[in-house]
């Protein structure tokens, strides 16, 4: 993934007015009186602005995917971030959303990985770790995931291994135990693989 610069707030105002009003989910009066509110606040809020400009050149890798962002919705993920991808996977900006307001549209929250992360951590128990093992290939880097238990102690994963027969016939048994479920996968960045576990996690384990 490349740089994608988000929308700003401005750019995705008129969107939201048309599709509200089509879908008599607000009245233009209603409608307006808050988006009056909210572009008084942009222009006026000097540290909003310099969010924003931080924010402005970040790379779309310091976030989850629209695909993922999908997924941490569908979960029920939600927090207090500015950065939505509308209904076309594009980032954009929206300040002071009301959840009410924003539920009836095809936008999802726009999450880095690290919130991402320590949401899965905090709200499910689920530790994701990336770690670096370099075995002179451009893959290097691979996730573990701990589920913690009580004081925080991680269960235990279980092993398994494949015996064949002497008819080749596999039978699947467990080898050995360990702290950790370890990914398939290597991957050739850090965030490559923090996106990964992520997606494991939430398809697998929630």
Not at 1 to 16: A, H, V
Not at 107 to 123: D, F, I, N, S
Not at 169 to 191: A, K, M, Q
């Amino acid at each position: 993934m490349g740089e994608n610069k988000p929308k700003t707030f401005l750019d995705t105002l008129n969107e939201i007015i048309n599709k509200a009003i089509a879908k008599g989910w607000v009245s233009m009066a209603d409608l307006m009186r808050s988006s009056d509110c909210l572009i008084e606040t942009i222009k006026n809020d000097a540290e909003v602005m310099k969010e924003f400009e931080k924010n402005n050149i970040m790379t779309q890798e310091d976030y989850v995917s629209f695909e993922t962002a999908k997924l941490l919705k569908e979960k029920g993920f939600d927090a207090d971030i500015d950065l939505w991808y509308d209904s076309d996977g594009e980032i954009f900006h929206l300040y002071h959303y009301d959840y009410n307001a924003t539920k009836h549209f095809a936008y999802v929250q726009c999450p880095t990985l690290q919130m991402a992360m320590k949401w899965l951590r905090e709200t499910h128990s689920i530790l994701l770790v990336v770690d670096y093992d370099y075995e002179c290939t451009d893959t290097s880097y691979c996730y573990k995931i701990y589920r913690l238990g009580e004081h925080g102690k991680p269960e235990r994963v279980a092993i398994k291994g494949v015996s064949y027969d002497k008819d080749n016939n596999p039978t699947e048994h467990i080898v050995g135990w360990r702290d950790f479920e370890l990914s398939y996968s290597d991957y050739g960045t850090y965030e490559e693989a923090c996106e990964a576990g992520i997606r494991y996690c939430l398809e697998n384990l929630i």
